[in-house]
């Protein structure tokens, strides 16, 4: 099948629990986050090269791909950091602006962030984001609203903006609450 006429529908992949970790360098200030497929969260401050790292802060999360039921196309999210629910913080933003409250339909916006520093690392492309936005519609129920998913670069100040991160700060273990 060509894999650009296929109506995709897509199932996540190859998940992997981890950690999200963010290290500062205490010398030239220089923030830095990476996904740890460790058991606990990296605790140890180290030197590399010039930069003498810090661990700032650990959240629980995972890794995943998408592959195509139909064509078997297989997309890598390796680049996803984490997504953030736009709260409607600044009306000005642009992200705000794509926030569509008809009375009968919703758009939900989602920010999706890449690794910092940001301009060092690899975003997520315009067709990889229509991919995860198409994923996650296809698993609503609901008619009456959709989900948007954009590039963090849509947010004009994001020292100031007050949107959703889903995380579990602090959290030592991946392993699960134990059922009696």
Known sequence: MNTSECAHQWEMVNTQSG???????????????????????PLEEYRDGEHFWNIMASSQSVSFDLRCKLCNTLVS????????????????????????????????????????????????????????EDYFNAKRRSTKSSIKIVSFEMIDDLDSCKGGFIMDEFLLSLAGPTTK
Not at 21 to 28: M, S
Not at 127 to 132: R, T, V
Request: aromatic share 12%.
């Open 77 to 132: 999210f390796d680049e996803l950091s984490s997504l953030m629910l736009c709260t409607g913080c600044d009306k000005d933003c642009k992200v705000f602006k794509l926030l569509k409250r008809d009375p009968g339909h919703s758009v939900w916006v989602y920010v999706a962030f890449g690794f910092k520093p940001y301009k060092d690392k690899q975003q997520l492309s315009k067709e990889k984001l229509k991919i995860l």
């Open 19 to 41: 950690f999200i970790v963010t290290e500062t360098c205490h010398k030239c200030n220089l923030v830095t986050t990476y996904f740890s497929r460790e058991e606990h969260p």
